[in-house]
């Protein structure tokens, strides 16, 4: 397969991997050609330029700031995206040949973008749906409901799923989800794409560094939180948690990242003069993998007002590592639905405050962590190893295909 994937966030080898990464490498282990073009941020390069990384070719176009931004430098960057990566596909790429194009989602406005490399390579399009934009700022109260923003990108969103060959959707709620509140769109246009990454070898114990380096101690309870810190992520639970344990010894928390509402949880531990809360920006990829192996538990937190089905790929990590799972999320995720079949930790509503403070009492106590941990990796192994996703690029490609000898 010869493969286009147009992303909007693919680090450098050097800034770690995610599972976009994880997917590309993988694609091109098993024997495909993949080229990179990347959006990239203009506080990281000043330049368009095109590098070998990771054993393909990665383009890189400058479009402007995206992550960690303000809303506003958010949106402009959102609707120049397309224009821009035109123009740097053409003046790269365009003599390239493809088999279709691989693509993401949020943004959504990138359906212009995708419908026009579609017709200059001359072949079809998957989506891997991430998100569901734009009810979830509408579930956030970021866009008022049937506003002027809503309906602009309600004909982005509708766009973009009527331009795209596939969409692989992350879990069954996911594409239930999409097929309700889309009428148009037939069910054979939508198949589960779960995320998956790359699965390391299980470590042996090792030297408590991290707890030593940040006073951590030996015998309490890590509680890690780890990724982005923007609203969806319900920040304002966290803060009320480790404000609840700040006189608790037996506990700690750790939070690395970055984020727009990263700031409640640094004002909340200095306010509150906390010193069982750390808060680390972003880190190597080998000291964040140290992280993981030190910590007790992974936290993954979802504000309770959504009703799109989210599905943080944050808990595969969790469980590579094996490290049991607390997850307090909305009710519409179904989430729910892994941990409790995973049997790899506990689940609460995150509308529920009370409920999240006793779990973590519960867990900080429980002699199965490492039992729930054992459970998430062998799940993991199974059923959201990066094989899965590699043949079902194969599958499409094979089909489209026969389609087009059937013709």
Same mark, same amino acid.
């Given at each position: 397969m010869r493969i286009l994937y147009i992303a909007t966030s693919f680090p450098t080898p050097d800034k770690g991997s995610t599972i976009y990464t994880d997917l590309a490498e993988a694609l091109y282990n098993s024997g495909h050609e993949i080229t990179v073009a990347v959006a990239e941020q203009s506080k990281n390069i000043r330049r368009t330029i095109m590098n070998i990384e990771r054993g393909f070719k990665v383009l890189r176009i400058v479009t402007g700031n995206y992550y960690d931004v303000g809303l506003l430098e958010k949106g402009f960057t959102t609707l120049r995206i397309p224009s821009i990566m035109k123009k740097g596909i053409t003046k790269y790429l365009i003599n390239n040949k493809f088999d279709f194009i691989l693509y993401e989602a949020p943004p959504v406005t990138n359906a212009n973008l995708v419908i026009w490399a579609k017709k200059k390579?001359?072949?079809?399009?998957?989506?891997?749906?991430?998100?569901?934009?734009?009810?979830?700022?509408?579930?956030?109260?970021?866009?008022?409901?049937?506003?002027?923003?809503?309906?602009?990108?309600?004909?982005?969103?509708?766009?973009?799923?009527?331009?795209?060959?596939?969409?692989?959707?992350?879990?069954?709620? @996911?594409?239930?989800?999409?097929?309700?509140?889309?009428?148009?769109?037939?069910?054979?246009?939508?198949?589960?794409?779960?995320?998956?990454?790359?699965?390391?070898?299980?470590?042996?114990?090792?030297k408590l560094i991290i707890r030593e380096k940040y006073s951590i101690p030996k015998e309490a309870c890590v509680f890690l939180f780890g990724g982005n810190m923007g609203k969806p992520q319900y920040i304002d639970l966290l803060c009320k948690a480790i404000n609840y344990f700040r006189t608790d010894n037996k506990v700690f928390f750790l939070?690395?990242?970055?984020?727009?509402?990263?700031?409640?949880?640094?004002?909340?531990?200095?306010?509150?003069?906390?010193?069982?809360?750390?808060?680390?920006?972003?880190?190597?990829?080998?000291?964040?993998?140290?992280?993981?192996?030190?910590?007790?538990?992974?936290?993954?937190?979802?504000?309770?007002?959504?009703?799109?089905?989210?599905?943080?790929?944050?808990?595969?990590?969790?469980?590579?590592?094996?490290?049991?799972?607390?997850?307090?999320?909305?009710?519409?995720?179904?989430?729910?639905?892994?941990?409790?079949?995973?049997?790899?930790?506990?689940?609460?509503?995150?509308?529920?405050?009370?409920?999240?403070?006793?779990?973590?009492?519960?867990?900080?106590? @429980?002699?199965?962590?490492?039992?729930?941990?054992?459970?998430?990796?062998?799940?993991?192994?199974?059923?959201?190893?990066?094989?899965?996703?590699?043949?079902?690029?194969?599958?499409?490609? @094979?089909?489209?295909?026969?389609?087009?000898?059937?013709?």
């Open positions: 390579f001359g072949c079809t399009s998957y989506l891997m749906l991430k998100d569901i934009f734009p009810q979830n700022a509408v579930d956030l109260g970021i866009f008022k409901k049937n506003g002027l923003l809503h309906k602009f990108f309600l004909r982005k969103e509708k766009r973009l799923y009527d331009s795209t060959n596939i969409i692989g959707c992350m879990s069954d709620a @996911n594409r239930k989800y999409i097929l309700e509140h889309n009428k148009s769109i037939k069910a054979e246009k939508l198949e589960i794409f779960p995320n998956t990454k790359k699965i390391s070898k299980l470590y042996s114990k090792e939070f690395v990242g970055r984020g727009t509402e990263r700031h409640k949880i640094e004002k909340t531990i200095i306010s509150k003069e906390i010193k069982n809360a750390i808060l680390i920006e972003n880190l190597h990829r080998d000291e964040f993998e140290q992280i993981i192996k030190e910590c007790d538990i992974g936290l993954i937190i979802l504000d309770p007002r959504f009703t799109i089905p989210n599905y943080p790929s944050r808990i595969l990590t969790y469980m590579e590592y094996a490290k049991p799972v607390l997850a307090a999320t909305d009710k519409a995720t179904d989430l729910k639905n892994l941990v409790e079949e995973s049997k790899c930790g506990e689940w609460v509503w995150s509308g529920d405050e009370n409920a999240f403070i006793e779990k973590i009492k519960e867990m900080s106590k @429980n002699k199965f962590l490492v039992k729930m941990g054992e459970n998430g990796r062998k799940y993991i192994e199974k059923n959201f190893n990066l094989s899965i996703s590699v043949k079902l690029l194969e599958k499409y490609y @094979n089909d489209e295909k026969m389609m087009k000898r059937g013709k």
